[in-house]
């Protein structure tokens, strides 16, 4: 699976970004798709995903009642509405997409396998 992200860019504090994730090579099903970020010099950390039995999302606790994710199977494409925009939601912005997560896992970066290359959000105050 390739993955290509997009939608980043400069947004002041309080705005609203959509991202984007385009599949190419496979389709979506079967797949855990998941957001990820990483902001200059800290750790790659979590920030919500959709598992494929249910489709039902997952955030983390600093993104949740601000961000949406969602996906379009028929698109391949998956997505993250981010609202309520902060400074500390500064960070490179990964989509990421594998299979046989197990729930225990789902938030960890090294359980995935596919990555796209990262699309810059900076959110000025």
């Known amino acids: 699976v390739q993955l290509q992200a997009s939608g980043g860019g400069l947004v002041q504090a309080g705005g609203s970004l959509r991202l984007s994730c385009a599949a190419s090579?496979?389709?979506?099903?079967?797949?855990?798709l998941a957001w990820f970020r990483q902001a200059t010099g800290k750790e790659r950390e979590f920030v919500a995903g959709?598992?494929?039995?249910?489709?039902?999302?997952f955030y983390a606790d600093s993104v949740k009642g601000r961000f949406t994710v969602s996906k379009d199977n028929a698109k391949s494409t998956l997505y993250l509405q981010m609202n309520s925009l902060q400074p500390e939601d500064t960070a490179v912005y990964y989509c990421?997409?594998?299979?046989?997560?197990?729930?225990?896992?789902?938030?960890?970066?090294?359980?995935?396998?596919?990555w796209g290359q990262g699309t810059l959000v900076t959110v000025s105050s």
């Open positions: 990421t997409a594998s299979r046989g997560i197990i729930l225990s896992q789902l938030r960890i970066p090294s359980s995935y396998n596919y």
């Open positions: 959709i598992r494929p039995t249910n489709s039902n999302p």
């Open positions: 090579g496979r389709t979506f099903s079967g797949y855990t």
